[in-house]
Nanobody
């Protein structure tokens, strides 16, 4: 059984920062890509950022230059540093891990007030 536990969400004012973390535990021995998705009310879930096993990254255009994804393979952890947050970043953020299967976290709420 594999678990993804996210942390770091919360309420922040526009222009502020948050750092999300996601730790994978359980029977997961090989991790390929790791990423963050988000879903705002009434909208589809969308990719925010992804980092491959070799370290290459890709970002949604809306977060480029503001968000940074990183990973610690030894700790089976992926991070999302979010700076210069905007109200439109408000959403539930989900961790995603690709192994021989794909796993999702339970989601963490990020709310940015104007």
């Amino acid at each position: 059984q594999v678990q993804l536990v996210e942390s770091g969400g919360g309420l922040v004012q526009a222009g502020g920062s948050l750092r999300l973390s996601c730790v994978a535990s359980g029977s997961i021995f090989r991790i390929f890509g790791m990423g963050w998705y988000r879903q705002a009310p009434g909208k589809q879930r969308e990719l925010v950022a992804r980092i491959a096993s070799g370290g290459s990254t890709n970002y949604a255009d809306s977060v480029k230059g503001r968000f940074t994804i990183s990973r610690d393979n030894a700790k089976k952890t992926v991070y999302l540093q979010m700076n210069s947050l905007k109200p439109e970043d408000t959403a539930v953020y989900y961790c995603n891990v690709e192994s021989w299967s794909v796993y999702w976290g339970q989601g963490t709420q990020v709310t940015v007030s104007s």
